[in-house]
Protein backbone atom coordinates (compact mmCIF):
# COMPACT_ATOMS: atom_id res chain seq x y z
CA UNK A 1 0.00 0.00 0.00
CA UNK A 2 2.69 2.19 0.64
CA UNK A 3 4.11 1.71 -2.57
CA UNK A 4 1.37 2.72 -4.01
CA UNK A 5 0.95 5.80 -2.53
CA UNK A 6 4.88 6.59 -3.53
CA UNK A 7 3.86 5.99 -6.77
CA UNK A 8 1.06 7.68 -7.56
CA UNK A 9 2.50 11.22 -6.13
CA UNK A 10 6.12 10.16 -7.36
CA UNK A 11 5.20 9.53 -10.75
CA UNK A 12 1.91 11.93 -11.43
CA UNK A 13 4.55 14.74 -10.45
CA UNK A 14 6.99 13.78 -13.07
CA UNK A 15 4.02 13.72 -15.65
CA UNK A 16 3.12 17.62 -14.29
CA UNK A 17 6.44 18.43 -14.44
CA UNK A 18 7.09 16.85 -17.92
CA UNK A 19 3.72 19.07 -18.97
CA UNK A 20 4.77 22.03 -17.61
CA UNK A 21 6.46 23.21 -20.44
CA UNK A 22 3.36 23.06 -23.19
CA UNK A 23 3.30 25.89 -25.42
CA UNK A 24 0.91 26.63 -28.40
CA UNK A 25 -2.92 28.11 -29.05
CA UNK A 26 -6.21 27.54 -26.85
CA UNK A 27 -5.97 23.58 -26.01
CA UNK A 28 -2.39 23.69 -25.51
CA UNK A 29 -2.29 27.10 -23.52
CA UNK A 30 -5.12 26.02 -21.12
CA UNK A 31 -3.69 22.54 -20.93
CA UNK A 32 -0.15 24.23 -19.94
CA UNK A 33 -2.01 26.78 -17.80
CA UNK A 34 -4.08 23.61 -15.77
CA UNK A 35 -0.73 21.33 -15.20
CA UNK A 36 1.00 24.67 -13.78
CA UNK A 37 -1.19 25.08 -11.41
CA UNK A 38 -1.39 21.63 -10.66
CA UNK A 39 2.39 21.18 -10.25
CA UNK A 40 2.30 24.76 -8.23
CA UNK A 41 -0.44 22.57 -5.37
CA UNK A 42 1.88 19.96 -5.60
CA UNK A 43 5.14 21.61 -4.81
CA UNK A 44 3.26 23.36 -2.22
CA UNK A 45 2.31 19.95 -0.92
CA UNK A 46 -1.57 20.85 -1.21
CA UNK A 47 -3.64 17.71 -2.04
CA UNK A 48 -7.22 19.55 -1.69
CA UNK A 49 -6.04 21.79 -4.79
CA UNK A 50 -3.86 19.13 -6.56
CA UNK A 51 -7.52 16.55 -6.71
CA UNK A 52 -9.22 19.86 -8.30
CA UNK A 53 -7.11 18.95 -11.41
CA UNK A 54 -8.53 15.15 -11.37
CA UNK A 55 -11.56 14.99 -13.10
CA UNK A 56 -14.24 12.83 -11.26
CA UNK A 57 -14.03 9.95 -13.32
CA UNK A 58 -10.39 10.15 -12.41
CA UNK A 59 -8.53 6.23 -12.46
CA UNK A 60 -4.99 5.15 -11.71
CA UNK A 61 -3.68 2.12 -12.76
CA UNK A 62 -7.16 1.26 -14.34
CA UNK A 63 -7.96 0.65 -10.54
CA UNK A 64 -8.14 3.67 -8.03
CA UNK A 65 -10.29 6.53 -7.99
CA UNK A 66 -9.96 10.16 -7.63
CA UNK A 67 -10.51 9.51 -3.34
CA UNK A 68 -7.58 7.15 -3.55
CA UNK A 69 -5.42 9.91 -5.36
CA UNK A 70 -6.32 12.54 -2.55
CA UNK A 71 -5.49 10.37 0.33
CA UNK A 72 -2.56 8.96 -1.74
CA UNK A 73 -0.75 12.65 -1.83
CA UNK A 74 -1.61 13.81 1.52
CA UNK A 75 0.21 10.15 3.00
CA UNK A 76 3.35 10.77 0.60
CA UNK A 77 3.50 14.68 1.50
CA UNK A 78 3.95 13.74 4.74
CA UNK A 79 6.24 10.47 4.65
CA UNK A 80 9.02 11.25 0.85
CA UNK A 81 10.85 14.79 1.41
CA UNK A 82 13.51 13.98 -0.99
CA UNK A 83 12.74 12.17 -4.20
CA UNK A 84 14.35 13.50 -7.72
CA UNK A 85 12.74 13.23 -10.70
CA UNK A 86 13.66 13.92 -14.31
CA UNK A 87 10.93 13.75 -16.86
CA UNK A 88 12.79 12.52 -20.51
CA UNK A 89 11.20 12.39 -23.88
CA UNK A 90 7.99 14.02 -23.00
CA UNK A 91 5.26 13.89 -25.88
CA UNK A 92 1.77 15.53 -25.59
CA UNK A 93 -0.54 15.10 -27.88
CA UNK A 94 -3.95 17.25 -28.57
CA UNK A 95 -6.38 15.10 -29.90
CA UNK A 96 -6.86 16.10 -34.14
CA UNK A 97 -10.86 15.46 -33.88
CA UNK A 98 -11.37 16.32 -30.35
CA UNK A 99 -9.97 19.24 -28.77
CA UNK A 100 -11.20 18.82 -25.33
CA UNK A 101 -9.05 15.62 -25.29
CA UNK A 102 -5.54 15.21 -24.89
CA UNK A 103 -2.30 12.31 -24.23
CA UNK A 104 0.53 13.01 -22.53
CA UNK A 105 3.48 9.96 -22.13
CA UNK A 106 6.85 10.47 -21.11
CA UNK A 107 9.50 8.43 -19.40
CA UNK A 108 10.33 9.09 -16.13
CA UNK A 109 13.46 8.29 -13.97
CA UNK A 110 13.12 8.39 -10.18
CA UNK A 111 15.85 8.65 -7.76
CA UNK A 112 16.59 9.57 -3.95
CA UNK A 113 14.34 6.80 -2.76
CA UNK A 114 17.22 3.90 -2.62
CA UNK A 115 16.94 3.57 1.15
CA UNK A 116 13.31 3.18 1.15
CA UNK A 117 12.69 1.10 -2.13
CA UNK A 118 16.18 0.01 -3.32
CA UNK A 119 13.82 -1.59 -6.15
CA UNK A 120 11.70 0.80 -7.35
CA UNK A 121 14.44 3.28 -8.12
CA UNK A 122 14.79 3.76 -11.96
CA UNK A 123 12.82 4.60 -15.06
CA UNK A 124 9.38 4.42 -15.45
CA UNK A 125 6.98 5.00 -18.57
CA UNK A 126 4.08 7.23 -17.71
CA UNK A 127 1.04 7.80 -19.84
CA UNK A 128 -2.12 9.94 -18.88
CA UNK A 129 -5.24 11.10 -20.60
CA UNK A 130 -6.51 14.39 -19.78
CA UNK A 131 -10.31 16.05 -20.92
CA UNK A 132 -11.30 20.18 -21.08
CA UNK A 133 -13.56 21.41 -19.17
CA UNK A 134 -14.53 24.43 -19.91
CA UNK A 135 -11.06 26.03 -19.60
CA UNK A 136 -9.70 23.78 -17.72
CA UNK A 137 -8.12 20.62 -18.18
CA UNK A 138 -8.63 18.01 -15.90
CA UNK A 139 -6.53 14.42 -15.66
CA UNK A 140 -9.23 11.38 -16.82
CA UNK A 141 -6.12 8.64 -16.18
CA UNK A 142 -2.84 7.84 -15.20
CA UNK A 143 -1.06 4.69 -15.64
CA UNK A 144 2.83 3.90 -15.24
CA UNK A 145 5.00 0.74 -15.59
CA UNK A 146 9.02 0.47 -14.64
Not at 8 to 25: E, H, Q, Y
Not at 37 to 59: P, R, V, Y
Not at 114 to 135: A, I, Q
Amino acid sequence: MRRRLFFFTVVGFGLITALSGCNGRDPEVTLARSINELETAIQSKDASHATDFLHDQFTAQSTNNREWAWQTMKASFMMYQNVNVTVLNRRTTIDAHNKTRATVEADVFLAGIESTFPDKMGLYHVSSEWRRDGNQWKMITLKWEQ
